[in-house]
């Protein structure tokens, strides 16, 4: 829908799905935006999607390190998909 490639693609041929895996679970279960900034940016990915299901699996009340600073909340609509406005340097 988006026209934009995801960090958990179902096309696992040539990658680490084990990596990739536990990069997913990292970006949602960190505390640390600067974790979560640098996986992010592993995958050139701009955006975090949390889903109702996402909640329900990492038991999560919100991303802990989401702030206004570096991360802007761009949908929340049933779901919401915040935009990285970060980088590393």
Do not use: H, W
Request: charged share 30%; hydrophobic share 35%.
């Amino acid at each position: 829908i988006s026209q934009r490639k995801n960090i958990g693609d179902l096309n696992f041929m040539l990658v680490n799905s084990e990596q990739r895996f536990n990069d997913i679970e990292r970006i949602y279960n960190t505390p640390y935006q600067t974790v979560a900034v640098g996986t992010l940016e592993k995958y050139d990915a701009r955006y975090v999607f949390l889903s109702q299901r996402a909640i329900d699996k990492y038991k999560l009340d919100k991303l802990r390190y989401v702030d206004n600073d570096c991360f802007d909340l761009v949908y929340d609509k049933g779901v919401k998909i915040y935009e990285s406005l970060c980088r590393l340097t």
